[in-house]
């Protein structure tokens, strides 16, 4: 074996080679790419990259002409990892890796470990040295330990940087991107006033293309360089956990594209993505599939992972398109996938792959989640990997999406006949730890905005989804709203404008975000919504077979018994004077928010605080009292 001996601690020696070649080089991310050392007297930079198939690499930049001949590349074996010490390199200099492959041709290739790379449409990567960035959010990450996500409120604000907010375009800036400490001065205000307890940030990864909203990856280890630098990112997210906000970040161990730049035929051969196209490429989304049967491979993907956690100190990820990864005919047709060994179509490496990462990432960073991203009933998404799950922390709630989406589509005369739809999600609310989602996904391709999928006109579209919006509050799982949904977008969202916020200046807009905030406020402050969120004892219906006035209520119980809440909603536009609610005890109901109030763009009908249950039986209670319900009324009281 042609290992160096007496190597250099930054050097790749025989126990990388071994432990990447098991996949077990969980911080092979400071080993790969490119790292600021010193040999002796000589400041420079050492190159490593892995490229098995190759016959030979080098380094080229600005700093050498581009020059192919001028920085080769020594090979390491077993593994095929090529090394060399370029001295004197300025900070942000531009390279690529230039590979002779093995048909002899050359190709020019962007560092897949790169920490930084130049703005599009620019595709080479950058020089940059991470070890000085500074932080100051140890009360955050020491709390971070201990925290629990199955007991503690997850209210998650979904964000795409650069259309959330904007500034005015100009010849000098076409884009009007806020960058990263922009973004978080404002975005922290804003999560603050709102109430949400995280802010989960979509296609940071650097992807040359605007409009795949950053689901088409070359750098996986680089945060895009279209809002700053890796020392602004670092800062916003340091800025957002002094200010008590966790970070989530969309993830894409799925697929990744076939950009010449990027990790797609690296060496000239398949190196990160299956050889055989039946298993190698997405048909509909023309992207290529990761190899996971390759240690090499899954070990690129859980040092990235553990990357954004360790070194970005990221709070979680939200691994995109699980499903895609688990079947083998996943938006295949036949003769389009093979099946696996046991003739199935399961893909059994992605299985071991995502029982790896998340025994790893969980396993070093206690307090941190992985979320998935998972569409279909695979069991046992958030089971723990001894019992045979993947051991995700959290999953998307998919089915209830649907479901929810569904329904408030229908006109409020055809609900009756859907009534199941909204109370089927409890059937199995406890299978996996959830998170309810109104995602990105729901307002895109012309399936319209929030808002928009409401029946009716004017005042019956708002105060539907204000009863729409109560209803995932009060049910149990953790919560999801992607940005301009919390004040009624009425566009569909386009990654290429800012939201529309000027629709605040109008009364209805305003009332739909006053109501959400104080939903968001309510979540937070009422234990009852979330501390036992894993377990039937947290949740019970009152009535859940209402379906002819489609009126739905229930009750949300804290540990302890003390705050519950009830929560009546009602789905249609007819008032329900003699309305009467079935109650498990005989005391008092505090109403403490109500759709019909001035602010939430009601009537403002005055109506007492207090309403004291009395001996009368109703919705198979022993208890009950009075309460006139307006058309696509909510309320919801505390005893």
Same mark, same amino acid.
């Given at each position: ?52 198939? !190759? ?10 002409? +581009? #020059? ?95 259309? +959330? ?35 989960? *940030? ?10 795949? +909203? ?14 700053? $630098? ?71 993907? *859980?040092? #990235? ?11 979680? @990820? ?20 093979? !099946? ?5 179509? &399961? ?24 979320? !998935? ?49 909204? $109370? ?36 019956? &579209? ?10 995932? *509050? ?28 000027? @629709? ?38 009152? #009535? ?14 804290? &540990?302890?018994?003390?705050? #519950? ?9 007819? !008032? ?13 109901? &505090? ?49």
């Amino acid at each position: 074996m042609a290992v160096k001996k007496n190597i250099k601690p930054y050097e790749i020696g025989e126990l990388d080679h071994y432990l990447f070649g098991q996949g077990t080089h969980y911080e092979i991310y400071r080993k790969l790419g490119a790292h600021r050392v010193k040999d002796g007297d000589q400041e420079g930079v050492y190159f490593a990259v892995w490229a098995p198939h !190759a016959q030979g690499v080098s380094v080229v930049g600005d700093f050498n002409g +581009w #020059n192919r001949e001028a920085n080769p590349m020594e090979r390491g074996e077993p593994l095929g990892i090529y090394t060399c010490f370029v001295p004197d390199l300025p900070e942000m200099s531009l390279y690529k890796y230039c590979i002779k492959t093995y048909k002899g041709e050359y190709i020019l290739k962007a560092d897949p470990f790169a920490n930084y790379a130049e703005k599009r449409p620019g595709t080479a990567s950058r020089v940059v040295d991470l070890s000085h960035i500074s932080w100051t959010d140890s009360e955050w990450m020491e709390k971070r330990r201990t925290w629990d996500h199955t007991v503690e409120p997850m209210s998650i604000y979904e964000v795409h940087i650069g259309s +959330w907010k904007k500034h005015p375009l100009t010849e000098d800036d076409e884009d009007g991107f806020y960058n990263y400490r922009e973004f978080a001065k404002e975005i922290v205000k804003y999560v603050k006033y709102m109430g949400y307890t995280h802010v989960e *940030i979509m296609g940071i990864a650097e992807h040359p293309f605007d409009g795949s +909203w950053g689901y088409q990856v070359t750098g996986y280890f680089a945060p895009t360089s279209r809002y700053g $630098t890796p020392e602004d990112f670092a800062w916003m997210i340091n800025y957002l956990h002094r200010n008590k906000i966790g970070v989530i970040l969309d993830w894409v161990p799925a697929h990744f594209p076939r950009d010449a730049h990027g990790l797609a035929d690296f060496d000239g051969t398949p190196t990160f993505e299956y050889a055989d196209p039946r298993k190698g490429e997405h048909p509909d989304w023309g992207t290529k599939i990761f190899d996971y049967g390759k240690n090499e491979v899954q070990n690129f993907l *859980i040092s #990235n992972a553990l990357f954004w956690i360790e070194n970005y100190h990221v709070d979680g @990820l939200r691994v995109d398109a699980v499903a895609s990864m688990l079947y083998l005919d996943y938006g295949k047709q036949d003769g389009q996938w093979v !099946a696996n060994k046991y003739g199935g179509n &399961k893909n059994l490496e992605a299985i071991g792959f995502f029982k790896h990462l998340n025994s790893v990432v969980l396993g070093r960073n206690p307090g941190a989640v992985m979320i !998935a991203e998972e569409s279909t009933a695979w069991p046992k998404v958030t089971g723990k990997v001894e019992d045979d799950g993947l051991g995700f922390s959290l999953k998307w709630n998919m089915g209830w999406m649907h479901d929810f989406t569904e329904y408030m589509k229908l006109d409020p005369y055809f609900r009756k006949g859907a009534h199941n739809l909204m $109370t089927f999600a409890m059937s199995y609310a406890y299978s996996e730890n959830y998170i309810l989602v109104l995602s990105h996904d729901e307002v895109v391709h012309l399936k319209c905005s929030m808002l928009n999928k409401m029946p009716g006109l004017g005042f019956d &579209k708002y105060a539907n989804l204000k009863a729409g919006y109560a209803f995932m *509050i009060g049910h149990a799982g953790k919560k999801l709203l992607f940005m301009g949904q919390e004040f009624a977008q009425l566009r569909e969202w386009s990654e290429k404008r800012e939201l529309d916020w000027f @629709l605040l200046a109008e009364p209805e807009h305003q009332a739909i975000q006053n109501w959400m905030r104080d939903l968001l406020h309510l979540y937070r402050k009422n234990r009852a919504l979330y501390d036992q969120d894993s377990t039937w004892e947290g949740f019970e219906w009152i #009535n859940a077979d209402d379906r002819d006035r489609s009126i739905y209520s229930f009750m949300r119980h804290g &540990k302890g018994g003390k705050k #519950n809440l009830l929560f009546v909603i009602n789905f249609t536009p007819m !008032a329900r004077d003699d309305y009467r609610v079935g109650v498990p005890r005989r005391k008092q109901y &505090k109403l403490i928010m109500n759709s019909d109030d001035l602010q939430y763009g009601g009537k403002g009908e005055v109506r007492p605080k207090v309403y004291k249950a009395v001996k009368s039986e109703c919705d198979g209670r022993p208890y009950s009292f009075a309460y006139k319900l307006p058309p696509y009324g909510v309320a919801i009281f505390e005893f």
